[in-house]
Every structure is written in structure tokens, then in C-alpha cells.
């Protein structure tokens, strides 16, 4: 049975745009640099989980659309790159630190999901991301938010898990 992640990027840095730019519509979610959401990559987040892709710092902030994550948890290599904007000197692949996940794109909202669409939704008053203090770059989403944004965008949440 697959889970539900909401995902958050800067649309500047890589936007849902991006992702169906990139080759197969599929990319890796790598550069996570928080312990929390670092575990949720590495621990719970597994092959043919559903994702909602947020686009943070931005006016207005929107889900913008759904993904599927195709590759579970597997170690962030470019922790181990010199130069590399995500370089961190204490890991390496014998002291693996940080960890991504690949996903691809199921759907580009016609109707993108606002932030304050989402606090008005009774579905969707108890989500993580509407809660204040709340800045986790991932962050898991029920069965019930994920219809609702789904709902909410115009477009029907089953037909983005896997296997429909």
C-alpha cells in the first residue's frame, strides 16, 4: 500500500517545470540536508509512494503536482564530491550520511493547490505543511490530504498511484 509524501523545492532551483524537462520526466531527490526528512528518505519513503511536488519560497506557494517515487532510499553521492554544492566532508561511502530517492512525474496540476485553498479544505486542516512552525523539506501526507488535494487541483487521486 503506498504512502504519501509532500515534497518541497524553490521553483528557481528546480520547479515541477524542471522535472518534466528531465529526461524519462524522472530525477533524483537528492540534497536533502536535514536528519528528520534524511530519515524519512533513508527508512520510509518506498517505491511507489505518491508525492506531492511543492514549490516553497515562492508567491504564491503551491502544489503544483503529483510524482511517484520510483527508486526507494539509496545514499546521497554527492555528499562525496568535492566542489560539489552539496559536498559534506564528514560523509562518504564508507560513512554514508545523507540519502535520496528518485522520482518521476505522474501530473502537473492544471489548477495548482494554494496554501490558503489547502487551511480552507476540512481534509486538509491537520496537514503538516499548514501547521505553523512547520519547514521540513518532506513531509509525510495521509490517504485523506491526498485525495483532497487531488480534489481540490480538478483531478482524480487514484489514477496517480502506481498501478492505475
Request: hydrophobic content about 40%; aromatic content about 10%.
Amino acid at each position: 500500500m503506498p504512502r504519501y509524501w509532500l515534497f518541497k523545492s524553490e521553483p528557481e532551483s528546480f520547479s515541477i517545470q524542471d522535472l518534466a524537462a528531465s529526461k524519462g520526466k524522472r530525477t533524483s531527490w537528492e540534497g536533502v540536508r536535514n536528519y528528520q526528512a534524511r530519515n524519512m528518505l533513508r527508512d520510509d519513503i518506498k517505491t511507489g509512494d505518491g508525492v506531492l511536488f511543492y514549490h516553497s519560497s515562492t508567491e504564491p506557494m503551491i502544489i503544483a503536482g503529483s510524482a511517484e517515487v520510483v527508486k526507494a532510499g539509496y545514499p546521497d553521492h554527492f555528499a562525496w564530491e568535492p566542489g560539489h554544492k552539496y559536498f559534506d566532508k564528514a560523509s562518504s561511502p564508507e560513512k554514508v550520511i545523507w540519502y535520496m530517492v528518485d522520482i518521476k512525474l505522474v501530473r502537473i496540476f492544471k489548477t495548482p493547490v494554494t496554501r490558503a485553498v489547502l487551511s480552507g479544505d476540512p481534509d486538509c486542516l491537520n496537514m503538516v505543511l499548514l501547521k505553523k512552525g512547520s519547514r521540513l523539506s518532506i513531509q509525510p501526507v495521509t490517504e485523506a490530504e491526498w485525495s483532497a488535494v487531488h480534489r481540490i487541483a480538478g483531478c482524480n487521486a487514484q489514477q496517480a498511484i502506481v498501478g492505475n
